[in-house]
């Protein structure tokens, strides 16, 4: 009986442990465009503040209404390029690139073709039309739409930190380049800077 009522104990008691050191998780939704930083690190409402400045910048530029001086009826084709990270931090700046991306196609002031990343696949597909797909729906080689201006970036930071301080500066730059003549018909840049205090105790 002693036994039975020793490993009864034996038994609350770990169970009582173990529901101690679980540890709860509490899961929240948030608006997407709802400003939260938490570490003072990149994030979601950097890409977008970034984002908007720049493309607002392009499509306030003259480089538009030119290409459309010599073309007339015709809206210029940008492909995007590479949007480097020389940043301090690990941030994948495909976000950037297709953030602006999109703002230029919904604009509807210019036309975008496929980057690199993609133009394989579809080029792999047309290919396989030849052979597989009926002539009437099979798409033709040699028709692709070439690209009038490439579009690159990159992004830099600086830290100036002093004890728990830091002010923590992003750097994004972008510019549109006439592929023909390599021309920059466009450069802009939109910094965002952060004060960022931590206390040197935590209770």
Known sequence: MKRILSWSIL???????????????SV????????IDLSGNWN??????VSQALVDSSLASPWINQFRMKHPGKNPVVIVGTFLNRSSEHIDTS??????????????KVDMVADQSFRASVRDER?????????????????????????????RTNLDQSGGTKVRTY???????????????WVGEETIKKLIKQSKYSF
């Open 44 to 49: 979601d409402t950097d890409i977008r503040i």
């Open 11 to 25: 038994l609350c008691l770990s169970v009582v442990l173990l529901g101690s050191c679980q540890t709860g998780v």
């Open 28 to 35: 929240s939704r948030l608006q997407a465009d709802e400003d």
């Open 95 to 108: 976000i950037i690139a297709k953030r602006y991306e999109m703002e230029l196609i919904n604009s509807g």
């Open 171 to 185: 750097y994004v730059s972008a510019e549109l380049i006439d592929i023909e003549t390599n021309r920059k018909v």
């Open 127 to 155: 290919e396989e039309q030849q052979y597989f797909a009926s002539e009437e729906t099979a798409k033709a080689l040699g028709k692709e739409i070439g690209a009038d201006y490439l579009l690159q970036g990159a992004v």
